[in-house]
């Protein structure tokens, strides 16, 4: 009987130590950046106001993290009435055919204290290609307003819009083929 019971506690104590953590995106201190270049002499910014974004782990230090983030395309703004309806058109995200940009995380590898390398599946414009991104963990404290443990992560990197057949009739001395991306993201653990 004192056997089966030290196993009944390794095995409770094993699956509580591996129990998988939900992190939810806080939208109020958080968001989803892009800059592409014009004209190969300014750079333009723009930003998505509808977006989710969620984090799984069983480590501490999110060293096993694995990302969900979904973007809705329409909500893209460049604080400019025309270009937004020219980058929402067919001619770029085309919103009504592929409402939805997506990043799913396969791998993260720790390339140093708090810093990884976070590689996933990105689908935008109905094509998907494997993606690689810096992310920088900037700790987890306690919100001193919900009392709820929050965690902090900034993701940056590039993207090729060629690699996405986006926006494939506009030439790069226009509108450059890379595209930075970054991300900054208040997660609150979930209850």
């Known amino acids: 009987m004192k056997k089966i019971f030290i196993l009944l506690a390794s095995a409770f104590l094993y699956t509580a130590a591996s129990a998988q953590t939900t992190w939810t995106v806080d939208k109020a201190h958080s968001n989803v950046k892009f800059t592409a270049t014009h004209l190969m002499v300014s750079d333009v910014d723009g930003t998505f106001k509808n977006y989710d974004a969620t984090i799984t782990t069983s480590k501490p230090d999110f060293s096993d993290a694995k990302f969900q983030i979904s973007i809705q395309t329409a909500s893209v703004t460049t604080d400019q009435?025309?270009?937004?309806?020219?980058?929402?058109?067919?001619?770029?995200?085309?919103?009504?055919?592929?409402?939805?940009?997506?990043?799913?995380?396969?791998?993260?590898?720790?390339?140093?204290?708090?810093?990884?390398?976070?590689?996933?599946n990105l689908t935008l414009h109905g094509v998907t290609k494997p993606a690689t991104f810096d992310l920088w963990y900037r700790g987890t404290i306690v919100n001193?307003?919900?009392?709820?443990?929050?965690?902090?992560f900034q993701l940056t990197g590039t993207i090729k819009r060629s690699d996405f057949t986006f926006g494939p009739s506009?030439?790069?001395?226009?509108?450059?083929?890379?595209?930075?991306?970054?991300?900054?993201?208040?997660?609150?653990?979930?209850?």
């Open 81 to 120: 009435d025309q270009r937004d309806g020219h980058i929402k058109s067919d001619a770029f995200f085309d919103v009504a055919k592929y409402p939805t940009l997506t990043f799913t995380s396969t791998a993260i590898t720790k390339t140093s204290d708090k810093h990884y390398k976070l590689t996933g």
């Open 170 to 191: 506009i030439p790069a001395a226009i509108v450059s083929d890379e595209v930075a991306i970054k991300a900054n993201g208040e997660f609150g653990k979930a209850k």
């Open 144 to 152: 001193p307003m919900s009392k709820a443990d929050d965690a902090g």
